[in-house]
């Protein structure tokens, strides 16, 4: 089982790695939008070092709604699920799989290159480390509930839209505490605060993200 | 990269050490509804070890439904199938093996990575890797990527799945599409072999395949003739 699991993990980073359109392309848009801000804003530094958590949490949360689409439809266009949901590995750790493998190529790369645009912001010192770190945790969210929105509308064509409108509003409890761990450097405690509670938003998602999808997955195959 | 060996397999049966447990199936009134339509009901049919039933019928009759149906990949709507035998423990579907007409292949993946990923994915050894390319003779396009395949070279590859890993039941869907005359005979081949092991065969079929020990369900008319 550990076998069959590891080797659907192996599989879809190498996918997404040689295809691309995976992690490239994600961070790439990471890149773009986070760049185009400061022209939209103007050259006032103290207001983008202020807005930068936000806009970076913003960024990268639009940046991994762009991949989501692709997390299950490729597979369900080929065959390939059905042949998924036959394995002596339960769909739920297929599912389990995929979303990991998404995280892989999609949320850690965020998560690293989200410093470097720090700087372009003028996100202070301070801010670089609560920021990561908050990403490191709460990135995984957006993959776990992500793929439960992909799982719903994999039979639809084209439904990268419809599923980040389902994805959104639940993306959003993410977006107030990863923004909260970095610019709440005034208030004693309340950066911890804030990361537990992200940690809290991910560790629900894990309970629920892999059980919602693979249901969605089973009632879209017996269509 | 391995010489390719003559035959259908290129194995004698005496090389393949397998061997399935006793096991039938059956099925009684066996309905199937798919997007609130009635596709077939009233089905009855019964399969035991080394046969092989032959589904046949209009299109639209329902072949495919029966196969996805009977892989768990659609709910039974009516009737009821019963599975007895075959490994412990075990529910139907983890005990068959699915080829249908998506062919489940990456085309970014090559032909060696695409079977390695099967087996580590259903528990295969090497040997049934070995098996599988010579079987469907697939040693020369070991790493060439997918993307490159034939439809006819697609189709062996997609078949070779049944070979990576060990499940006394095939649910074939028109598994000849796309052959060409030899590979069809190695096909046949390939699946009177698994017959011989005691293993279950169910296949959908315009095609005539000259199987030994089979069993005709032609949809639509609703009876078995043997």
Same mark, same amino acid.
């Given at each position: 089982?550990?076998?069959?699991?590891?080797?659907?993990?192996?599989?879809? !980073?190498?996918?997404?790695?040689?295809?691309?359109?995976?992690?490239?392309?994600?961070?790439?848009?990471?890149? !773009?939008?986070?760049?185009?801000?400061?022209?939209?804003?103007?050259? $006032?530094? $103290?207001?983008?070092?202020?807005?930068?958590?936000?806009?970076?949490?913003?960024?990268?949360?639009?940046?991994?709604?762009?991949?989501?689409?692709?997390?299950?439809?490729?597979?369900?266009?080929?065959?390939?699920?059905?042949?998924?949901?036959?394995?002596?590995?339960?769909?739920?750790?297929? !599912?389990?799989?995929?979303?990991?493998?998404?995280?892989?190529?999609?949320?850690?790369?965020?998560?690293?290159?989200?410093?470097?645009?720090?700087?372009?912001?003028?996100?202070?010192?301070?801010?670089?480390?609560?920021?990561?770190?908050?990403?490191?945790?709460?990135?995984?969210?957006?993959?776990?509930?992500?793929?439960?929105?992909?799982?719903?509308?994999?039979? !639809?064509?084209?439904?990268?839209?419809?599923?980040?409108?389902?994805?959104?509003?639940?993306?959003?409890?993410?977006?107030?505490?990863?923004?909260?761990?970095?610019?709440?450097?005034?208030?004693?405690?309340?950066?911890?605060?804030?990361?537990?509670?992200?940690?809290?938003?991910?560790?629900?998602?894990?309970?629920?993200?892999?059980?919602?999808?693979?249901?969605?997955?089973?009632? $879209?195959?017996?269509? | 990269?391995?010489?390719?060996?003559?035959?259908?397999?290129?194995? +004698?049966?005496?090389?393949?050490?397998?061997?399935?447990?006793?096991?039938?199936?059956?099925?009684?009134?066996? *309905?199937?509804?798919?997007?609130?339509? +009635?596709?077939?009901?009233?089905?009855?049919?019964?399969?035991?070890?080394?046969? *092989?039933?032959?589904?046949?019928?209009?299109?639209?009759?329902?072949?495919?439904?029966?196969?996805?149906? &009977?892989?768990?990949? %659609?709910?039974?709507?009516?009737?009821? &199938?019963?599975?007895?035998?075959?490994?412990?423990?075990?529910?139907?579907?983890?005990?068959?093996?699915?080829?249908?007409?998506?062919?489940? @292949?990456?085309?970014?993946? +090559?032909?060696? /990575?695409?079977?390695?990923?099967? #087996?580590?994915?259903?528990?295969?050894?090497?040997?049934?890797?070995?098996?599988?390319?010579?079987?469907?003779?697939?040693?020369? @396009?070991?790493? @060439? =990527?997918?993307?490159?395949?034939?439809?006819?070279?697609?189709?062996?590859?997609?078949?070779?799945?049944?070979?990576?890993?060990?499940? =006394?039941?095939?649910?074939?869907?028109?598994?000849? %599409?796309? @052959?060409?005359?030899?590979?069809?005979?190695?096909?046949?081949?390939?699946?009177? *072999?698994?017959?011989? /092991?005691?293993?279950?065969?169910?296949?959908? +079929?315009?095609? %005539?395949?000259?199987?030994?020990?089979?069993?005709?369900?032609?949809?639509? #008319?609703?009876?078995?003739?043997?």
């Amino acid at each position: 089982m550990k076998r069959a699991f590891f080797s659907l993990v192996r599989r879809d !980073v190498a996918l997404a790695v040689q295809i691309g359109g995976g992690g490239g392309m994600a961070v790439f848009f990471f890149f !773009v939008t986070v760049t185009l801000m400061p022209l939209g804003i103007g050259p $006032n530094l $103290n207001l983008l070092g202020q807005i930068a958590p936000g806009l970076l949490w913003v960024a990268l949360l639009l940046s991994s709604l762009l991949t989501l689409d692709r997390l299950f439809q490729a597979d369900f266009e080929d065959g390939t699920l059905d042949v998924l949901s036959m394995g002596s590995l339960p769909l739920e750790l297929a !599912v389990v799989a995929k979303i990991l493998s998404h995280w892989l190529t999609t949320g850690l790369p965020l998560v690293i290159a989200a410093p470097i645009l720090g700087l372009l912001l003028n996100l202070e010192e301070h801010q670089f480390m609560p920021l990561v770190l908050a990403m490191l945790i709460g990135s995984p969210a957006l993959s776990l509930m992500g793929a439960i929105g992909a799982a719903l509308t994999v039979s !639809v064509r084209r439904g990268g839209l419809l599923a980040s409108l389902l994805v959104m509003p639940f993306y959003i409890p993410v977006l107030i505490f990863g923004v909260a761990t970095a610019s709440a450097g005034a208030m004693p405690g309340a950066t911890a605060q804030a990361t537990a509670l992200l940690g809290a938003v991910t560790l629900v998602s894990i309970v629920v993200g892999p059980w919602a999808s693979a249901a969605a997955l089973r009632a $879209n195959l017996k269509a | 990269m391995r010489p390719a060996r003559d035959g259908a397999g290129g194995l +004698t049966k005496s090389e393949i050490k397998r061997h399935f447990a006793p096991l039938s199936l059956s099925a009684k009134g066996l *309905a199937c509804q798919r997007g609130g339509r +009635t596709v077939f009901r009233d089905v009855e049919f019964t399969v035991e070890s080394g046969e *092989a039933l032959i589904v046949t019928g209009a299109n639209g009759a329902g072949k495919s439904s029966l196969l996805r149906l &009977l892989a768990g990949l %659609v709910d039974v709507a009516g009737g009821s &199938l019963s599975f007895d035998g075959g490994a412990d423990d075990a529910v139907l579907c983890e005990q068959a093996h699915y080829v249908g007409h998506l062919d489940a @292949l990456k085309a970014a993946m +090559t032909v060696r /990575q695409t079977l390695q990923f099967w #087996s580590d994915f259903f528990g295969g050894d090497v040997a049934g890797a070995d098996y599988a390319l010579e079987a469907f003779n697939l040693a020369g @396009l070991v790493d @060439l =990527p997918v993307a490159y395949l034939s439809a006819g070279q697609r189709r062996r590859l997609s078949l070779s799945r049944l070979l990576v890993s060990e499940r =006394p039941l095939w649910l074939l869907d028109e598994p000849g %599409v796309a @052959l060409d005359v030899a590979s069809l005979e190695r096909l046949v081949g390939v699946i009177e *072999a698994h017959q011989a /092991q005691g293993g279950v065969v169910i296949a959908t +079929t315009h095609q %005539v395949l000259n199987l030994a020990h089979s069993k005709l369900l032609e949809l639509g #008319s609703l009876k078995v003739t043997a």
